[in-house]
């Protein structure tokens, strides 16, 4: 069965370091999202990205953060000075979409940011 | 705002059935989505309805009324690997953007 999936599974770093989180979408889907969940706390919403461009993003989705698809199959989320209170649970999603069950997001593990 | 509350934990015995209610208030509703995560875990797909009515995948069922914003999530026969916390979501916007509630935790004993 096809999966999203995302590398690191943990990533430890230093307060002010540069991080990039990686993730394969399902091939043949089109719609691509970030999610972070904080310990404890419900899943929110950071962006979304459709034909190589953000489609939308949330007020957590600051100049700090970027999105790239650098090639046909990566889909990446660099912080480029992290602080403590980005430590959180990150979440790639993809969909086929629009319409229906397209529309359904499929998450992949998650990568553990820990900011130090 | 945008809202979404549902209640945040849940008890049941094995074997039981138990309905998770959600109710919604979003600026834009294209459909209502249940998700399963276990600690740690990703967040798993197991329902989604854009109409109103009943959607049945096995042991699992979600409801919709688009009128009430109101939704639930039937989970029947159940086994002690569905203890997890359950949220729903809302598809709100054009962009597919997901906004979920806080979740239920569903602890199932023997």
């Known amino acids: 069965e096809p999966e999203v999936t995302q590398t690191p599974s943990h990533q430890v770093t230093q307060m002010g370091q540069e991080v990039i989180l990686r993730c394969v979408p399902i091939?043949?889907?089109?719609?691509f999202y970030w999610y972070r969940q904080i310990l404890g706390q419900k899943v929110e919403f950071l962006v979304s990205?459709?034909?190589?461009?953000?489609?939308?993003k949330s007020e957590i989705f600051d100049d700090q953060f970027s999105v790239e698809r650098p090639d046909g199959s990566n889909f990446t989320l660099k912080i480029r000075s992290t602080k403590l209170e980005d430590s959180a649970m990150y979440f790639c999603?993809?969909?086929?979409?629009?319409?229906?069950?397209?529309?359904?997001?499929?998450f992949g593990a998650g990568t553990r940011l820990s900011v130090l | 705002g945008q809202s979404l509350e549902q209640p945040s934990e849940v008890t049941a015995v094995e074997g039981a059935i138990v309905q998770i209610n959600c109710t919604y208030q979003?600026?834009?509703?294209?459909?209502l989505s249940w998700y399963q995560q276990h600690d740690g875990g990703a967040p798993t797909f197991l329902s989604y309805?854009?109409?109103?009515g009943l959607e049945e995948t096995g042991r699992f069922s979600s409801f919709l009324s688009r009128s009430d914003s109101y939704g639930y999530l039937l989970l029947q026969e159940l086994q002690m690997k569905d203890s997890a916390s359950y949220f729903c979501?809302?598809?709100?916007?054009?962009?597919?953007?997901?906004?979920f509630g806080a979740g239920t935790r569903l602890a199932v004993h023997p």
């Open positions: 999603a993809s969909s086929e979409g629009p319409g229906g069950d397209s529309d359904i997001q499929y």
């Open positions: 990205f459709y034909n190589n461009e953000i489609s939308e």
């Open positions: 309805n854009a109409l109103d």
């Open positions: 979003t600026s834009g509703f294209y459909g």
């Open positions: 091939s043949n889907h089109l719609y």
């Open positions: 979501a809302v598809r709100s916007g054009g962009y597919n953007k997901l906004i």
